[in-house]
């Protein structure tokens, strides 16, 4: 079964660990802490943590410090909303 994106372009993503494509019988989640890579398992995410935690921290914080230039409430506010 394939998914028709209407531009004959799959919308497939990949295990960042060992390269598995989400399919039906298999779902990746997104990085707990970035939400910018996916893995297949969370043996994955274990074994590809040590590749990926600087990376991780550094797009978490690129965020938040977006995310404060883009808003009027502040880092103070984002930090609140963040946690709460």
């Not at 799959?10 to 295990?15: A, G, I, Q, V």
């Amino acid at each position: 079964m394939s998914a028709d994106t209407g531009a004959g372009e799959e919308n497939t993503s990949f295990c960042a660990s060992c390269g598995n494509a989400e399919v039906d019988d298999i779902k990746l989640k997104d990085c707990n802490d970035c939400k910018s890579v996916r893995y297949c398992s969370d043996k994955c995410q274990r074994e590809h943590r040590p590749n990926q935690v600087q990376d991780c921290e550094k797009r978490a914080t690129d965020f938040i410090h977006s995310a404060c230039k883009q808003s009027s409430r502040g880092l103070s506010n984002l930090l609140v909303a963040t946690i709460a």
